[in-house]
């Protein structure tokens, strides 16, 4: 048999002598599970001691690590569902299904899993109902892919989009929903009635990134996508309550869907047929190395859940105070919710600002506070509404985000509620 000669080989040094045999004892000591912890390192050193693997490195297929990822994350939606859940047994009968299919696809990451969705469903020149308060990557990924998006209001409690003012901003000239879970997995049954059951053609695109792990009453996100090409896309980035060090997962009972998405993220090139172009894509092909660090660390996902259970926990009872107070204000969480951020609004104190308490909090404690925007209130989107949306200006200058993830001591959450308390309660000191 002739020597295979690929077309391409990466440059990544596969170590010698002593170096290759520490290198081949710790995989195979991880693949027989005595390895003490570091998996996802592991796993990332499997792929890249791997000559073969190297060449495919890009490559989605059943057996790749981004293949074995999109089953696997679908399997993990699919456990602790309830699959006598009210909407789901609805839908199911409506659809004629006993059970709804998940298929799942991975990519590089969920600004561009969302920008291929929207591409796979045809919104260019058209508008996308989105709410304002929002992670710029949603908004940037309706504008490139070649919409205008139409903001939308909050609800006031849950921070997530108000199903009245979405009905009432659908239009002749929509094309797509698109649907952000802030941390609760909100209920998608008014959005099924305003579109599929209305039979009004208008997919609800699902942003869950921040509610993996979340629940409504026992139904999981992703496992119920709304409109003849409803998805749901998730994230598996450095924040996220599954991490592959980046990328992004699709779910659709829509396999067509999936694959126009796919391919869309694989530069327009169709998968099945490398000689045709099905769209003008881009680039957002995950990389082997990722998609095995998310697989190994969806093992553990049952105990990042429960440790961010605890760290709600300790957080609501370290600010119950300034929440009695009045000095602070939390999102409305229902018993199913994993949190992925920990948000809080701050005073409507007149010298209240949050860039000005941001800074304390860092210069003076250490301690990072995360922001997001509205995205109707900043110069560059004004042009695209002029609605007014009181719920989200109610909140713009108030909303931030406190330190949240696994690797927190239940006395680091200690210290920082005492740092809250402590500015809170005399305001005053950290006015501009």
């Keep these: 048999m002739a020597k ?23 995989v195979a000591s991880w693949r027989e599970g005595r390895n003490e912890g570091a998996g996802e390192i592991c796993a990332a050193l499997e792929v890249l001691a791997d000559d073969e693997m190297l060449v495919e490195y890009f490559k989605f297929f059943e057996s790749s690590p981004q293949g ?50 929207l591409r796979a469903v045809g919104v260019e020149d058209r508008e996308v109902v989105v709410t304002s308060l929002n992670y710029p990557g949603v908004i940037n990924a309706v504008i490139t892919a070649g919409a205008r998006p139409r903001f939308v209001d909050i609800n ?24 952000t879970h802030i941390n609760r997995y909100v209920d998608p049954e008014p959005f099924y009635d305003m579109t599929e059951a209305a039979g009004i053609s ?6 869950a990134s921040l509610a993996v792990g979340s629940s409504f009453g026992g139904l999981r996100p992703g496992i119920v996508n709304i409109g003849r090409q409803g998805a749901t896309i998730f994230s598996t980035t450095i924040s996220k309550i599954v991490c592959g060090l980046g990328g992004g997962i699709v779910t659709s009972a829509d396999s067509e869907l999936l694959m126009r998405a796919l391919a869309c993220a694989h530069q327009g090139q169709s998968l099945s047929d490398p000689y045709v172009l099905q769209d003008p894509g881009s680039n957002f092909k995950l990389g082997a190395a990722n998609a095995a660090i998310a697989i190994e660390n969806l093992k553990r996902s049952h105990a990042f859940i429960e440790r961010r259970r605890a760290l709600r926990t300790l957080y609501d009872d370290g600010l119950a105070r300034l929440v009695g107070e009045g000095r602070l204000a939390l999102q409305a969480l229902d018993d199913g919710a994993v949190l992925t951020h920990y948000g809080v ?12 308490f941001c800074k304390l909090m860092h210069d003076k404690y250490g301690i990072q506070i995360g922001i997001w925007h509205c995205h109707h209130m900043q110069g560059i989107y004004r042009r695209f509404s002029s609605r007014n949306l009181p719920n989200t200006e109610a909140i713009a200058d108030r909303l931030v985000f406190l330190p949240f993830h696994t690797r ?17 309660l005399a305001p005053r000191r950290w006015l501009t």
């Design 4 to 26: 295979p000669y690929t077309l391409i080989h990466p440059d990544i040094d596969r170590g010698c002598g002593r170096t290759r045999e520490l290198i081949d004892e710790l």
């Design 68 to 117: 074995r990822l999109s089953r696997e994350f679908a399997s993990f939606l699919a456990r602790d569902n309830d699959s006598n859940h009210p909407f789901l047994v609805r839908v199911g009968r409506d659809r004629g299904q006993e059970q709804l299919n998940v298929n799942a696809v991975a990519m590089a990451g969920a600004t561009g899993a969302l920008w291929a969705v």
């Design 202 to 207: 208008i997919p609800v695109v699902q942003d």
């Design 156 to 179: 006031a409690d849950t921070w997530c989009a108000d199903p009245e003012d979405v009905k009432s901003a659908i239009g002749e000239n929509t094309r797509a929903i698109v649907l």
């Design 408 to 424: 927190l001591s239940d006395s680091d959450v200690s210290d920082i509620c005492k740092a809250m308390e402590e500015n809170l």
């Design 345 to 356: 609004l701050l005073p409507q104190d007149k010298f209240a600002g949050r860039k000005a």
